[in-house]
């Protein structure tokens, strides 16, 4: 059974690269990996997704190593706007509804 | 928020009442689901639904029922046997690369 794990908190300072890691075991090739945003009392917002390698979009980069065990989201030169949780989602894909891990969540504090 | 309405925003209920959250899509999404969030905690999985007319229970669908009549629609009714039903609700639909986009959430406090 597929799970993902996150750390729970993280601290950085404004300026700084951000990286945060999902573990996810028992995932297939074409299973996707998402990350999202949230603010409190809002939804979260789509950041990048991707299945393999490296994908890069004007606000983060998301690698995905040749196992696949994992994932790590990167921000290049966090603000303090980007304090949030972040979420990791696996789509694990099937021929009828897709089965869906959301991570617990990593809190991030960016200080000036 | 985009093309995805959760109505209202806030929602108070006294204990024993069933209550329907509203979510309204223009994206023209065939997939939609509704989670659950407490305090402090990750978004956990109520109900889903891939097509019209069809839907599947998530990982915590005891006490909540859905319809999915129409494409753009797939309210959510929390119902009396719903044991703990306070808590943050999102809707969110999902489009053809599997990205999902979210409502603006209904926060839900039963008393």
């Known amino acids: 059974l597929a799970k993902t794990t996150q750390p729970i908190s993280m601290d950085s300072y404004e300026g700084q690269e951000v990286n945060i890691t999902c573990s996810h075991n028992n995932i297939a090739t074409n299973d996707y990996i998402t990350w999202y945003q949230q603010f409190p009392s809002q939804g979260p917002r789509f950041i990048i997704q991707g299945y393999k390698t490296k994908v890069t979009n004007e606000v983060a980069s998301l690698f995905i190593p040749a196992d696949r065990k994992s994932s790590t989201l990167s921000l290049p030169r966090v603000s303090l706007s980007d304090t949030a949780v972040y979420y990791c989602?696996?789509?694990?894909?099937?021929?009828?509804?897709?089965?869906?891990?959301f991570g617990a969540g990593t809190r991030l504090a960016v200080h000036p | 928020d985009g093309g995805i309405t959760q109505s209202p925003k806030y929602l108070f209920r006294k204990e024993g009442q069933n209550v329907t959250l509203s979510c309204e899509q223009n994206l023209n999404h065939d997939a939609m689901y509704w989670y659950r969030q407490d305090p402090g905690q990750g978004l956990r999985l109520i109900y889903y639904s891939q097509i019209v007319n069809d839907f599947q229970k998530g990982d915590i669908a005891e006490g909540y029922s859905v319809s999915r009549e129409k494409k753009e629609s797939f309210p959510l009714t929390v119902t009396s046997a719903q044991k703990n039903p306070t808590a943050f609700y999102l809707c969110?639909?999902?489009?053809?690369?599997?990205?999902?986009?979210f409502g603006p959430g209904t926060r839900l406090t039963v008393t």
């Open positions: 969110a639909t999902e489009d053809r690369s599997y990205e999902q986009y």
């Open positions: 989602l696996v789509t694990l894909l099937s021929g009828g509804y897709n089965k869906l891990i």
